[in-house]
């Protein structure tokens, strides 16, 4: 093929991207446990995957004898059934040769199951349940095996977060989900032992996309986006795209709705066969007026509010808005030198700002409410890169992928969270708009300017040999340090600390597309505050054993894994047992333990059928060594013992290709969560089945889909909390009606 740049201009740039990657100083934390997992404001009811799947429809072909890589993951990957994914090894590896529990939901899955969010995304996926905290407008919890995180990855860089500033992206800017499940802190820093979400962005596409797309369905819910992509020039070296969408709709609470605005541009520039640079950006706004929580609250008796309605808004709708700017900007630099070594690197900048003000209760006499004014306000600015250097290379009978890598994260925020005095309201007559007023008063305010920087070294070995085995081993370093400066007190509280983690795997080739495997994996993560002696704490750790298999017969589209697994959290806080009355202090003895089994099948097209199904076993999830009696044995709060889930929709058909093709569609799903504990497991939440289902009609070049979420409207138990005497449950049935049209 012709070559458009010459190789010292090829060099000059890639020199340049390269050692920006060393003085940079870009970043993404590694947080305190008290930041990352942060809890709900005061209120009455209670204090990348590299982009080496990028979805671009390139061709296959041989440079000297080496396949790119890049290419191979698009075109396998195009349709219900991922092939290919490097979320577990950042390099171009199949499934079954990963010796990990890996998950994708693909761009095709997403589009039948009429997906809105996250939670629709992986509401099908094993070892994830949302019966968690509830659904909150403005974030989203993942929990993985049992362990709830925050950290989100898109394109393989963790998304930043400082205080409310935390992204929370539309899931129509990506093309697929990946889920890394156990601990995965060898490639990407700290982590919870339950694993990691991926998003992975839409990339510019060497076919031209057009589509358009409308949406409407109950609450008010409308929405509208565009997704555009292709060539730039004749040379077919420049590749754009360009993904927007715009929404707005009510939430379950009285005076409460939510608006989102989202723009993504992206531009892939290939100089050569061995090089590409892809720029991404993302800008998203959120303005989300009352209440932010999507599922209602259910009061117990003993709570102040037991017998006034649980989607009732106690703030003031003049008052309570939550307003979310994220603006991010990013690329990924893909280059081979040689037949054997290559290089990618990702970088991203953020800049998050978020306003956050509500109204809180703090008691009921006679029907009147008294009240606070809360005002928080965290502007975040962040950095992360990461760089990794492949060489594909042998010894002997053994042929070698080693990956060598490094990553340096650095995360600045500054917050403010005040209180003051508001007017009180009558819960009988609701009687709003009596001016509340922002506070202001330096006597009741809280701040603080908070540095993170996290510097990560890597290495991991591929080694196939036997013409049956390969072998997968790694190690991590990392170094992270933390400064947060009381605003008001100039009083600074650091946190300096380090950590190391490996990982083993091993997998063999049984013939006919069976994998059986075998894998030991680590993480950990950063853990703030200091026992009685002021000696800061070590982070928390995790380690796994895990023994799987992977069926994936060749020439079909169709995949089946299974997987047993031990999974222990150490390191975690609990009480010091030399404690006095009036004192509490922690030390780190503590456990957390999961067992479980996970199976999952995905099959495309059998007989004009498309199956996902899961199911999850967990028979041990509990507290397995604390200080504190009433947790020691118990069951982890809001982990099922039995999850499964089940959905099949009829193959599309080419209806938006050819417009002279039309034809109806069908699918359903059931899902199945099973009973759970709350936190000291006196209470027992009943499990139940979630029905779905999907009504689809091609023509005239349209696809019009009608998809329902919980069908029979059951509601079940979110979260309990019954030492506040409340709990939240499920919305309801939601119905979306979506006419989109591709040429």
Do not use: C
Request: overall charge negative.
């Amino acid at each position: 093929m012709k070559k458009y740049v010459s190789r010292a201009a090829q060099r000059s740039l890639l020199y340049t991207l390269i050692g920006s990657s060393l003085f940079w100083h870009l970043p993404a934390p590694v947080y305190a446990a008290d930041e990352t997992k942060e809890t709900a404001p005061p209120t009455v009811h209670s204090a990348d995957e590299q982009a080496a799947e990028a979805t671009a429809s390139q061709q296959e072909f041989s440079l000297e004898g080496v396949e790119v890589t890049a290419n191979k993951d698009a075109a396998a990957d195009k349709g219900y059934v991922a092939k290919r994914s490097s979320v577990g090894t950042k390099t171009d590896t199949p499934f079954e040769e990963s010796a990990r529990s890996i998950s994708v939901i693909t761009q095709e899955q997403m589009e039948a199951r009429g997906v809105t969010d996250l939670f629709d995304a992986l509401g099908y996926t094993p070892g994830f349940s949302d019966a968690t905290y509830n659904r909150d407008s403005r974030f989203f919890r993942a929990n993985s095996r049992g362990f709830t995180d925050y950290s989100i990855y898109t394109d393989g860089l963790r998304m930043s977060v400082g205080g409310f500033s935390k992204s929370n992206y539309d899931p129509y800017s990506f093309e697929r989900i990946e889920v890394l499940r156990g601990p995965a802190s060898i490639l990407y820093g700290a982590n919870s032992p339950g694993g990691i979400i991926n998003q992975v962005s839409k990339r510019p596409t060497n076919e031209q996309l057009r589509e358009i797309q409308i949406q409407a369905g109950n609450d008010n819910q409308l929405s509208g986006a565009i997704d555009l992509g292709g060539e730039v020039n004749e040379k077919s070296n420049v590749l754009f795209r360009l993904t927007a969408r715009t929404s707005d709709e009510d939430l379950p609470e009285d005076y409460s709705s939510a608006k989102r605005q989202m723009i993504a541009p992206a531009l892939t520039w290939k100089p050569d066969d061995d090089t590409s640079l892809t720029l991404l950006a993302h800008y998203q706004k959120d303005d989300i007026k009352g209440s932010y929580d999507t599922n209602p609250y259910r009061y117990l008796p003993g709570h102040e509010l037991y017998g006034y309605s649980g989607t009732g808004f106690y703030g003031d709708p003049g008052y309570d808005r939550f307003i979310r700017d994220d603006k991010q900007i990013g690329y990924i630099f893909e280059h081979r030198f040689n037949d054997i070594w290559s290089v990618t690197q990702s970088a991203r900048h953020s800049d998050i700002s978020a306003d956050f003000k509500y109204l809180s209760i703090d008691s009921v006499t006679d029907g009147i409410a008294k009240r606070t004014a809360y005002y928080s306000q965290t502007d975040l600015s962040s950095n992360v890169i990461d760089t990794h250097f492949q060489a594909k290379w042998s010894s002997g009978a053994v042929d070698h992928t080693t990956l060598l890598g490094f990553d340096y994260q650095n995360n600045e925020y500054g917050y403010i969270w005040r209180s003051g005095l508001a007017p009180s309201l009558n819960l009988n007559s609701l009687n709003y708009g009596q001016g509340v007023t922002t506070p202001t008063a330096l006597a009741s305010w809280t701040s603080a300017d908070i540095k993170i920087k996290q510097t990560g070294f890597y290495v991991q070995d591929q080694l196939k040999f036997g013409q049956r085995w390969t072998a997968i081993a790694g190690g991590r370093y990392d170094q992270f340090d933390q400064d947060t400066r009381n605003i008001k007190t100039d009083e600074h509280t650091r946190i300096d600390q380090s950590a190391f983690t490996g990982r083993l795997g091993l997998v063999y080739d049984a013939g006919g597309g069976l994998f059986p495997y075998i894998s030991y994996d680590e993480s950990f993560e950063g853990q703030a505050g200091t026992n009685r002696h002021g000696k800061t704490f070590d982070p928390t750790t995790g380690r796994q054993y895990e023994l799987g298999v992977q069926y994936a017969p060749e020439n079909s589209n169709i995949r089946y894994s299974a997987a047993i697994f031990d999974l222990r959290q150490q390191n975690v806080l609990t009480s010091d047992p030399l404690n006095t009355s009036n004192e509490s202090f922690q030390v780190q003895t503590g456990e957390v333990t999961a067992q479980g089994l996970e199976l999952e099948a995905n099959i495309a097209a059998l007989k004009g059928l498309n199956i996902t199904a899961a199911y999850t076993y967990m028979p041990k999830h509990k507290v397995t060594k604390n200080n504190d009696a009433a947790l020691l044995g118990k069951t982890t709060a809001n982990v099922p013992r039995h999850s499964a889930s089940l959905w099949f929709d009829t193959a599309a058909p080419e209806a938006m290709k050819d417009e002279r093709n039309k034809g109806w569609g069908f699918g359903a799903g059931l899902r199945y969560i099973g009973s759970r504990y709350d936190y000291y497991n006196t209470v027992t939440l009943g499990g139940v089945v979630l029905t779905d289902a999907l009504i689809r009609y091609d023509a005239g070049g349209w696809r019009y889909a009608l998809n329902v979420h919980n069908v029979f409207d059951k509601e079940y138990v979110i979260g309990s909390w019954t030492g506040d005497n409340y709990e939240t449950v499920s919305p309801g049935r939601t119905f979306r009606l979506t006419a989109t049209r591709r040429w």
